[in-house]
């Protein structure tokens, strides 16, 4: 009984004395962890900026890992914008000339005052219509003029050989040419040129004239004829060509003897009527 007990109380006091070492154990063990968490608390509360540099290094980690998995982004290029060079104020000369005017503006006067001094024939035949001695004339326009050759030329023609012309009245047939050996020349020309080539006679810039082979028309009567006139252009044209070619004919100038009766072709109606009317054609009054 006496060992049994004995036997028990050495198991007994071998488990206490077992217990109580375990004991020591896990108290010694809780205080190492309770002084770890006090002493990191102590390195956070130092140092909060641990803790932040630990959660971006976590961030940071986490994107890579994330770009890892995205797809590649494609850099955008943006084109570089070309210079524009600042404007200058220096002028180039055309490549050609500006184009001229094919009409002259509306309320310009025609030039029959500035004077070039050369002359253009007129290129052109019109035959003789008559039976008679043959008559032949040249066109001369001075260059400068506004008037159109081809017209001017038509007109004097029209009134040559108009019925009530010279070719009823005198032995004669024109025909215009454009060849040098014209019998006459009928020139339309400036008042200045008109003086020049009326010499030794004064025409003083207002009348015309016929000298040796030259009819000499002057441009301003041509276009503005004379107020007895009435502003009838046409018929005083009739008139002027009338009147100096019948000079190279052969007929002197008339005078107004009846009043108020068509004044005689050959009479100077540039200068004025006497009393008498305007007349441009010899069958009605020549001399």
């Known amino acids: 009984m006496t060992t049994r007990r004995s036997g028990q109380r050495t198991d007994t006091s071998g488990r206490r004395r077992a217990g109580r070492h375990s004991r020591r154990k896990s108290y010694k063990g809780q205080w190492l962890v309770v002084t770890a968490l006090a002493v990191l608390g102590t390195v956070v509360v130092a140092h909060p900026d641990v803790a932040h540099r630990n959660s971006l290094a976590a961030q940071a980690v986490a994107g890579v890992d994330n770009a890892a998995h995205e797809a590649p982004v494609v850099p955008v290029v943006t084109p570089t914008p070309t210079p524009v060079a600042a404007p200058t104020q220096k002028f180039t000369t055309p490549l050609r000339p500006a184009p001229t005017l094919t009409r002259k503006p509306k309320g310009a006067k025609p030039n029959v005052l500035v004077s070039t001094g050369k002359l253009a024939v007129v290129p052109g035949f ?53 060849k040098p050996d014209a019998d006459i020349r009928i020139i339309l020309a400036t008042p200045a040129l008109t003086d020049k080539l009326c010499l030794p006679l004064d025409t003083g810039g207002e009348v015309s004239c016929r000298v040796e082979d030259r ?52 009479m100077q109606q540039t200068k ?16």
Not at 165 to 170: E, F, L, N
Not at 235 to 257: D, I, K, P
Not at 272 to 287: D, R
């Open 126 to 178: 019109d035959k003789a219509d008559g039976i008679r001695d043959k008559m032949t004339y040249r066109v001369e326009i001075e260059q400068g003029l506004s008037v159109n050759g081809a017209a001017v030329a038509a007109t004097i023609h029209k009134t040559l050989t108009d019925p009530r012309g010279w070719q009823a009245v005198h032995p004669v047939s024109f025909e215009r040419t454009d």
């Open 215 to 266: 009819v000499v028309l002057n441009a301003k009567r041509w276009l503005y004829a004379i107020p007895a006139y009435n502003g009838n252009v046409g018929l005083y044209r009739n008139y002027l060509v009338n009147h100096e070619v019948g000079h190279a004919l052969g007929h002197g100038h008339s005078t107004c003897t009846t009043p108020k009766t068509p004044a005689p072709v050959m």
């Open 272 to 287: 004025g009527l006497g009393g008498c009317l305007p007349n441009a054609w010899p069958t009605i009054k020549a001399t």
